[in-house]
């Protein structure tokens, strides 16, 4: 939450703040009334792209930023997978051979 007050704070100063903002209230409106009782909410990686524009982080090094950011998560999962040998789909049921 400490990130949202922050952006709901500088928000009229960058568009695609104000348009992240607006899109994840009507988001999280929608998924309330399809889903109730879920509580779904956009995490953090939702304000990704708006975040590195508000910075002026050159569009081309969006992709590179982001990756970079998710190698540890990535390699965290290869690692576990390797361990116990399966394929980590924490919400999947395996249903093949062994």
Known sequence: MALRKKLLESSGADTSLDLALHVEATAID???????????????????????????????????????????????????????NVIYRPQSEYIGEL
């Not at 792209?49 to 290869?78: C, N, Q, Y």
């Open 30 to 84: 929608v998924l309330e009334e399809v889903k109730p009782g879920r509580s779904l909410y956009t995490n953090v990686e939702f304000y990704a792209a708006a975040i590195m524009k508000s910075i002026d982080l050159k569009p081309e090094l969006f992709t590179p930023t982001f990756t970079a950011s998710r190698v540890i998560g990535w390699t965290a999962h290869v690692l576990e997978q390797a361990e116990n």
